[in-house]
């Protein structure tokens, strides 16, 4: 059906959209933290780090400042 494969396209589409806005969040989140976490864990005087893992540079955050961390889910 014609009406239907176009329906399908549009939704692709509008999904393919919302994945890219989604993963640019997820870059800009991620360059924010890149950049300002480190000075602020070192301020603050943090020990170890509990990181979410949705939270992708945390562990390379942790790594940077040679501290110990656990991944939780």
């Known amino acids: 059906n014609q009406e ?5 396209k549009a939704g692709a589409l509008t999904n393919l959209i919302n994945i890219r806005r989604t993963l640019k969040k997820f870059a800009q989140n991620a360059q924010t933290r ?4 480190p000075a602020i864990i070192r301020e603050q005087g943090v020990e ?3 990181v ?5 540079e945390g ?5 940077y ?3 110990p961390y656990v991944t939780m889910c």
Do not use: H
């Open 52 to 56: 979410d893992l949705s939270v992708f």
């Open 48 to 50: 170890a780090l509990i």
């Open 59 to 63: 562990g390379t955050i942790a790594d």
């Open 65 to 67: 400042l040679n501290l």
């Open 4 to 8: 239907q494969t176009s329906t399908d």
């Open 34 to 37: 890149l950049q300002k976490a």
